[in-house]
């Protein structure tokens, strides 16, 4: 099954020429990374849900089109730092930019492409688009930074909650996703109900798009030998399936334990098994299929149309999501 | 001689409490770095300019501090990113944030920083200031990402000329000093003349700046600078003095084959000596003699009174800098 409909891909389209068209510079090097970048792929999630939530009012292709293709560099620029920061060898099995030509390069390209976001947006005022402000990009980065910081200082410390790691996706995720609903909202002039419920639905689909994203490394993303890679877990950043199992009666000491030794393949192996035992991974499942049947409630009090069903599709396929 | 007149420094002492009250953060890392990254000083020349520059018109006190707070956000942003890129171990005698925390943490401050800025200048609109737009910020950070990419591509390259340099300098820097004098003339309403002459001041002073920056890698000492000496060099950035003398009839093929060669202490410096000998230094400071003339020439069409002086003065003291 395709992941959008047939109207919805003939959008994304428009968005791929706007992000080539967006990213001309005078320098060469900025100009065809940011078009490796691009070109890479990627799903275009939020470009996707953004044109989908337009949907629901007054369709202006050029503006939508604009936002779109504004949100998604900013989604691409954090991505070329992640992977600076990262060290990430491989992104979506290109080479990632860092590796090619040094951090200089990934992060002037990042920030060449929130500058580009930015300019994207500047033409606009909320007088072209009932509420918006150009301020949006810079509040959506600055609460990613406050994401990915959080989770950086919380490397390696076993007494993270819960609520601090949905706190965190909710920043790091979550944030981006509701405002692709409510950019998509805000420019046809959606009327408030439908602004919410649209923005209820992105805040629930992102959190659980970062819990999927998560349960991946223990589940889907795999290695060249087939063996899930556990990237997180070797980096220091513990994910809801091992905050559970450290917050467990029964598992939790011995788990604090081993997490607290250096790490080796015997001792990675122990520690995946007693995070399942805990049930630190079912309960994750359970977690995800909540914020899941969240983001069906509220796009269930939707006009009954072709672009909920789209939006149901989405979904659909997130819950069948292998990378 | 104070860099500055008490009126001057009397607004910059706003502008420093600006800075501070701009960069509040739910997450205490991201706030306690940019803290630091102000608190390691800086002569504040950018918004200094600004202000003096706004004194020409009608001076409306918050708009100039907004705007110089903004635009020293834009410097620290590139400065943390710098940091990274280079890795400078110091900057400006503190550790710099990258040594502290990592890759990750560094780059994060940058990106919030520019959020910042960017969110302090969007309150703002043409109709609030003459000529003015958000986007400005964006386009300085896209003009420096051009300038640093472009001297970075060009590492180790021996076929770079004088006027690549100058194209190079007038993108990482000169055009910020050309901003902060366009943006303190349109928000005080200057006339157009005016405007015109504290640009051109702007782009003069910026470019002479950057000339005497690369001139102190070769002439600074080690513990004023808090940068190892010769470090371009050694990292294959070739500023002006290198690129005069490569360019030299008489030295210029020993030269490309030491440059060829890996670099020893014995080898560099026979390098600085062939440099010196080439004529390469006493070049550079004629070309900065020369900026600073054409500075000299903006400002002298200027109305003759203390601001005038004041700018003057930061001319002067450019000359005298020694860090």
């Known amino acids: 099954m395709e992941l959008f409909s047939a109207e919805i891909l ?27 970048m691009i070109n890479a792929g990627g799903k275009r999630l939020r470009p996707a849900i953004l044109i989908n939530s337009a949907k629901f009012g007054q369709y202006d292709e050029q503006k939508v089109i604009d936002l779109s293709v504004a949100l998604e560099l900013l989604h691409l620029a954090t991505l070329v730092h992640d992977d600076v920061v990262d060290e990430a060898e491989v992104r979506r099995g290109d080479k990632s930019t860092h590796k090619l030509y040094g951090n200089k390069i990934a992060i002037f390209t990042g920030d060449f492409l929130v500058t580009k976001s ?49 706190k965190r996706i909710k920043y790091k995720t979550a ?50 030998l087939g063996k899930p890679i556990f990237h997180d877990i070797k980096v220091g950043v513990y994910t809801l399936p091992v905050i559970y199992a450290i917050n467990s009666n029964e598992y939790g000491e011995s788990l604090v334990n081993l997490l607290t030794e250096s790490l080796n393949e015997e001792r990675l192996n122990h520690i995946i098994k007693i995070i399942e035992k805990s049930g630190g991974i079912d309960y994750s499942i359970k977690l995800l299929n909540e914020y899941i049947k969240r983001a069906e409630k509220w796009i269930n009090k939707l006009p009954n149309n072709e672009y909920r069903d789209s939006l149901q599709g989405i979904i659909t396929n997130l819950v069948n999501r292998e990378n």
Chains 1, 2 share one sequence.
């Open 175 to 224: 944030l981006l996703f509701t405002l692709a609903c409510q950019l998509g909202a805000e420019v046809s002039d959606c009327d408030k109900k439908t602004t919410k419920y649209l923005k209820n639905f992105g805040m629930a689909f992102g959190t659980a798009f970062q819990i999927q994203d998560d349960l991946l490394d223990f589940q889907g993303k795999k290695d060249k």
């Open 118 to 166: 930015v300019l994207l947006l500047s033409k606009y005022s909320h007088k072209d688009i009932k509420g918006f402000s150009p301020k949006y990009i810079a509040r959506a980065l600055k609460n990613i930074c406050e994401g990915e910081v959080e989770q950086y200082q919380s490397r390696f410390k076993i007494d993270v909650t819960i609520n601090q790691y949905l």
């Open 10 to 36: 003939q959008e994304l389209h428009k968005v791929e020429r706007g992000l080539i068209d967006s990213i001309k510079s005078k320098n060469s090097l900025l100009e065809s990374e940011s078009i490796r």
